[in-house]
């Protein structure tokens, strides 16, 4: 596809448990965002991935909060010990080299019962 | 983690009339200010953005203006349509390429 893949769109989770997001960006773009949305809310920001360089943790709210990109490409973001408090949106979004325009995915909707 | 904005604020315009979002930002070192516009269900989408050295931009139907003294961004969507009710997000674009969301406006539009 040509766009921000996100895998699962909706998850349903018990507290305690540990998920997997997973995001394919678009092709060649170097940028990789990870934020978080609660409903009718803002995007917060969690983790930032450019090319090689080490990521941008500084948004992760916990240390139950990681995320890795692989091969400069796919993305997982794992939640342990989920808490109810991670219900949200979960979205990704990839950008070109030194462009402005994110593209984000559908999201993924975490909800922790 | 950092947290853009609590129980967005909301503009309601009728039908045709113009329409004025704003957004302060607080980095006066950032390179691009961008606005992104989210509709229900689906992820923001990049409407337009501005490079810091211009204080004003067109594009279609919407005109992005920067006030750097003041810190301030807004954007003007002309001709308000039902098609423009949205949740719109500004972000800035810092060295290294980092995108920043600011806070965002919900916008109704009122046939």
């Known amino acids: 596809g040509a766009g921000v893949s996100q895998s699962p769109s909706n998850k349903v989770t018990e507290k305690g448990k540990d998920v997997e997001l997973r995001c394919d960006p678009i092709?060649?773009?170097?940028?990789l965002y990870w934020y978080r949305q609660s409903l009718g809310q803002g995007l917060e920001f969690l983790i930032y991935f450019q090319g090689n360089s080490a990521p941008d943790k500084s948004g992760l709210p916990s240390d139950r909060f990681s995320a890795e990109r692989t091969g400069g490409s796919v993305s997982t973001l794992t939640i342990q010990r989920t808490q109810q408090e991670d219900s949200a949106v979960y979205l990704c979004a990839s950008l070109p080299y030194q462009s402005t325009e994110a593209f984000f995915g559908q999201g993924t909707r975490l909800t922790v019962v | 983690g950092e947290s853009v904005g609590l129980h967005l604020p909301t503009l309601s315009v009728q039908e045709g009339d113009n329409s004025i979002i704003n957004c302060a930002y607080s980095?006066?070192?950032?390179?691009?200010f961008i606005w992104y516009k989210q509709e229900s269900g689906k992820g923001p989408q990049f409407i337009i953005d501005i490079r810091s050295n211009m204080d004003k931009r067109q594009g279609q139907r919407v005109t992005v203006l920067l006030n750097k003294t003041v810190k301030h961004l807004s954007l003007q969507i002309a001709a308000t349509q039902p098609g423009d009710s949205a949740v719109y997000f500004c972000?800035?674009?810092?060295?290294?390429?980092?995108?920043?969301f600011g806070g965002g406006t919900r916008v109704l539009v009122k046939p």
């Open positions: 092709s060649g773009h170097t940028a």
């Open positions: 980095n006066s070192a950032s390179d691009y």
């Open positions: 972000a800035e674009n810092n060295a290294g390429n980092k995108l920043t």
